[in-house]
């Protein structure tokens, strides 16, 4: 079984910091592109990051600049590190990967999601 562990949403102040963390585990072959989504209340899921296994990145318009995607592959970790945070970037942030497990089967997982608030 194969499942990704998310962590480090929270409540920031605008212009503030917030470093959300995605951990994959269980029966895991392989760990190809890993990504960060989010979703506000009444709108879509959207695209926020992504990072292919050799560290290849692409980030939405809205965060550029300011969002920064890595990853652990030995921990088989992935980061969002958000700076200068605006009421907009409200939503629960979602953590996805591209997993291959140990039968050879190939599929994307969900982490739970995380709140991430940003408000005075």
């Known amino acids: 079984q194969v499942q990704l562990v998310e962590s480090g949403g929270g409540l920031v102040q605008p212009g503030g910091s917030l470093r959300l963390s995605c951990a994959a585990s269980?029966?895991?072959?392989?760990?190809?592109?890993m990504g960060w989504y989010r979703q506000a209340p009444g709108k879509e899921r959207e695209l926020v990051a992504g990072i292919t296994s050799v560290r290849s990145t692409n980030y939405a318009d809205s965060v550029k600049g300011r969002f920064t995607i890595s990853r652990d592959n030995a921990k088989r970790t992935v980061y969002l590190q958000m700076n200068s945070l605006k009421p907009e970037d409200t939503a629960v942030y979602y953590c996805n990967a591209d997993i291959i497990d140990t039968t050879m089967s190939r599929r994307p997982y969900w982490g739970q999601g995380t709140q991430v608030t940003v408000s005075s």
């Open positions: 269980g029966s895991i072959f392989s760990v190809n592109n």
